[in-house]
């Protein structure tokens, strides 16, 4: 199976901070990396796929990068509504994995 | 808009049997790979299983394999999950999940069920 690893666990963060998540798979995955934004009791959003793709009606300030075995997930400058979990997945290969989740608090 | 609508949880002792069904609107069903994928209080999110547009392939996590039965209803728009044998690390809230794109990208996402095994 792949190893979806993320980093760092948590992190605290201001408003207008730029905040970088990082997500490493334990072999290639091309692009098959996708980031989702999760908030307590609701379902997770899908926020960039294909590694680098902004999903329709998510904001400018989201940005995803990489390919192969290291990818990032990019806040440009943080918002209220940001705080949350974040999460990659990959699907490249079944069983399709997670990272374990990055929670990100207000500083 | 396109919509999925998870339903079917409960309380349920170990060893016993749940079905979970997704009905969904918005989109043409029956092209697209559908999902579940579960995550523990407190926990993670976890892929369960996954079914490709017609029903003809099926696949699972190694954790569920042999007691979760993924299938579909192209005529009814909905997706089902029958789970057996169930145990207290099944205890999950359940979602169902259209699978889009060529990358294999995940959305929407159903509400999700939650599932308690408990005596």
């Known amino acids: 199976d792949i190893q979806m690893t993320q980093s760092p666990s948590s992190l605290s963060a201001s408003l207008g901070d730029r905040v970088v998540i990082t997500c490493r798979a334990s072999?290639?995955?091309?692009?098959?990396l996708n980031w989702f934004q999760q908030k307590p009791g609701k379902a997770p959003k899908l926020l960039i796929y294909?590694?680098?793709s902004l999903q329709s009606g998510v904001p400018s300030r989201f940005s995803g990068g990489g390919s192969g075995t290291e990818f990032t997930l990019t806040i440009s400058s943080l918002q209220p509504e940001d705080y949350a979990t974040y999460y990659c997945?990959?699907?490249?290969?079944?069983?399709?994995?997670f990272g374990q989740g990055t929670r990100l608090d207000i500083k | 808009q396109v919509q999925l609508v998870d339903s079917g949880g409960g309380v349920v002792q170990p060893g016993g049997s749940l079905r979970l069904s997704c009905t969904a609107s918005?989109?043409?069903?029956?092209?697209?790979?559908m999902h579940w994928v579960r995550q523990a209080p407190g926990k993670g999110l976890e892929w369960v299983s996954s079914?490709?547009?017609?029903?003809?392939?099926?696949y699972y996590a190694d954790s569920v394999k042999g007691r979760f039965t993924i299938s579909r209803d192209n005529s009814k728009d909905t997706l089902y999950l029958h789970m057996d044998s169930l145990t207290a690390e099944d205890t999950a809230v359940y979602y169902c999940?259209?699978?889009?794109?060529?990358?294999?990208?995940?959305?929407?996402w159903g509400q999700g069920a939650l599932v308690t095994v408990s005596s």
């Open positions: 997945q990959q699907t490249y290969i079944k069983p399709i994995t």
């Open positions: 079914i490709i547009y017609d029903g003809s392939n099926k």
């Open positions: 072999q290639g995955i091309t692009n098959y």
């Open positions: 918005g989109f043409t069903f029956s092209l697209y790979a």
């Open positions: 999940v259209r699978q889009a794109g060529g990358i294999n990208w995940f959305d929407p």
């Open positions: 294909g590694a680098s």
